[in-house]
């Protein structure tokens, strides 16, 4: 098969622009940061423009640490210039409990698509609703709350640019804008949604296994990506980097899954990258395939668009002479966190992994590895085509 590669930088700063047909996960973390509320005065505001609207009938957020915690308040705003505006739209009292998304109730708060809001974290004082300020805060009672880096001014689900999205910090003097993207979510009546599920950015081990003429124990990774409409790419992206000094490429395998037999088959394969010219920092790359080369258009249906090498092997640390894919999760305790995902819902898309070649496949449905079909353009109506669903024995992630 002939192909055609492109390499991007070091993307720190760039999102790939995906358009009407490109399809995959776009959102990414390079790491979590972790940012205590422990000041009476100290606050943190969740900026962001609402898609659709919405009765707000709960909110979460991720608490990385709680020591001996006081109360907390969640406050709703909507937005000036910038900024909350001077009187919330609701207040809400909550305790927060260490390592995982904490969720309050909202009173049915009406939402509207497009306009901006702002979801405020700060010390309840009077430990919700006393006449006397009773709370205690400070380096022995506190919490702290998560975001991730780099700022992405993006929705999870789908890629769609929110320009007003960021996390703001309020020091008892003024607010200033962290280049940090907000943890949250938001649930609506009628299972409405928005947010950032995405609390655990991670990568994922391509590598042989010490037997480079044995390809049967390989472990392959990569992305279970379900169109909604039959599309016809001109290739693809991924988010790679290697570790130590693989010795021979990185190869590509497109297989079709076959639901009623409970087994996927390779439809076509090439070689994505030569050793030297992946770094050991993550990069976009860009595979674009010869349209003579490609055998079938992809169906409105799951693909496996999986990565293997013939080089290194297993390591107690993930592997050693190997390449490894960006991915990305939610962890413990988000309510329906697969809504807020890629394409919000698990069976469309999830990473997944081979450990003998190819043979089998485990599905991470809480988990997106980064990989993009490119494609020319759609018309409208494939948005609102149905995806094919999975048939249950496929739900439990693993062949039989």
Not at 40 to 67: H, W, Y
Not at 235 to 248: A, D, H, I, L, S
Not at 314 to 343: K, M, Q, R, V, W
Request: aromatic share 10%.
């Amino acid at each position: 098969m002939t192909f055609r590669f492109l390499a991007f930088g070091l993307l720190l700063f760039f999102l790939p622009q995906a358009s009407l047909a490109d399809y995959g996960p776009t959102f990414f973390a390079d790491k979590r940061v972790s940012l205590p509320l422990d000041g009476p005065t100290q606050k943190l505001s969740i900026r962001f423009t609402c898609r659709e609207d919405m009765g707000l009938i709960g909110a979460s957020i991720f608490c990385e640490k709680s020591v001996q915690s006081p109360s907390y308040l969640g406050e709703l705003y909507p937005d000036e210039k910038g900024k909350p505006a001077s009187r919330p739209l609701e207040t809400v009292s909550f305790v927060p409990r260490s390592g995982g998304w904490v969720t309050f109730p909202m009173n049915n708060i009406s939402l509207h698509e497009g306009r901006v809001y702002h979801l405020v974290l700060t010390w309840d004082a009077f430990r919700g609703g006393n006449h006397h300020k009773v709370g205690k805060i400070g380096p022995g009672n506190f919490a702290s709350f998560s975001a991730t880096s780099p700022l992405m001014k993006s929705h999870p689900r789908d890629g769609a640019k929110d320009a007003a999205a960021a996390l703001l910090s309020f020091d008892g003097k003024g607010w200033t804008e962290l280049a940090l993207q907000p943890l949250y979510a938001l649930h609506g009546l009628g299972g409405k949604s928005q947010g950032n599920p995405y609390d655990d950015p991670g990568e994922r081990a391509i590598h042989g296994n010490g037997t480079p003429k044995e390809p049967s124990d390989d472990t392959l990774q990569g992305e279970a990506l379900h169109p909604h409409a039959g599309m016809n790419p001109k290739g693809m992206m991924v988010r790679v980097r290697k570790k130590g000094n693989p010795t021979v490429p990185l190869r590509y395998e497109v297989h079709a899954i076959q639901y009623m037999e409970g087994k996927a088959s390779r439809v076509f394969s090439g070689t994505a990258l030569r050793p030297d010219q992946v770094s050991s920092s993550f990069q976009w790359f860009t595979v674009l395939f010869d349209r003579k080369d490609q055998p079938q258009p992809f169906p409105p249906e799951c693909r496996y668009i999986a990565f293997r090498t013939d080089s290194g092997k297993a390591s107690a640390d993930s592997c050693e002479d190997c390449y490894l894919i960006s991915d990305i999760g939610s962890t413990n305790g988000l309510p329906g966190a697969d809504l807020f995902t890629f394409d919000g819902g698990a069976h469309l898309s999830r990473a997944a992994t081979s450990m003998d070649g190819g043979k089998t496949w485990s599905d991470d449905f809480m988990r997106d590895a980064h990989v993009i079909l490119l494609g020319s353009h759609l018309p409208p109506e494939a948005k609102d085509v149905p995806a094919i669903p999975t048939p249950l024995p496929w739900s439990k992630g693993l062949f039989p």
